[in-house]
């Protein structure tokens, strides 16, 4: 029974919906944070690049007047003999809270992350931002609809 359970649980959220939405999300311009040492500047060129390709090729515009920002940030940790990499793609942008004096802030309104041990660099980095991005590219496009 106890195993019936834990199936259907993580059935669940297989296929839950994010918290996040990205509904009207039309306009952003791209931060790139590289905390780690393993790209090249013409590395961190090429995954900015691609990234401005997928969002573009969904009907995002890029660097208008009061975009939100697009953060892919990279960071890598050593672990014992091992490295590991944080690749964490957010969405920030100015809100105003429902709180009683109605303040307005920055918050991140989507946020996702991959952690991951690394055997060929460059290559882990942009298959897990690739992965990342098109994530939020589905997201995007599902709030559209």
Do not use: C
């Not at 990499?85 to 303040?103: H, P, Q």
């Not at 946020?111 to 041990?117: N, R």
């Amino acid at each position: 029974m106890k195993n019936i359970f834990l199936i259907i649980l993580i059935s669940a959220s297989l296929f839950s919906s994010s918290i996040f939405t990205v509904e009207n999300t039309n306009n952003l311009k791209i931060y790139f944070a590289n905390k780690s040492d393993f790209l090249s500047k013409e590395q961190k060129k090429y995954i900015k690049t691609k990234t401005e390709e997928k969002l573009k090729s969904a009907g995002i515009e890029l660097n208008k007047v009061d975009a939100s920002t697009f953060m892919i940030k990279i960071e890598s940790l050593e672990v014992e003999e091992s490295h590991a990499v944080l690749v964490t793609i957010a969405l920030g942008e100015e809100v105003v809270t429902n709180r009683k004096d109605k303040i307005g802030t920055f918050a991140w309104t989507y946020y996702e992350t991959d952690l991951f041990e690394i055997d060929e660099p460059y290559k882990d980095i942009l298959e897990a931002v690739d992965y990342l991005v098109n994530e939020f590219v589905e997201a995007y496009l599902d709030d559209m609809e």
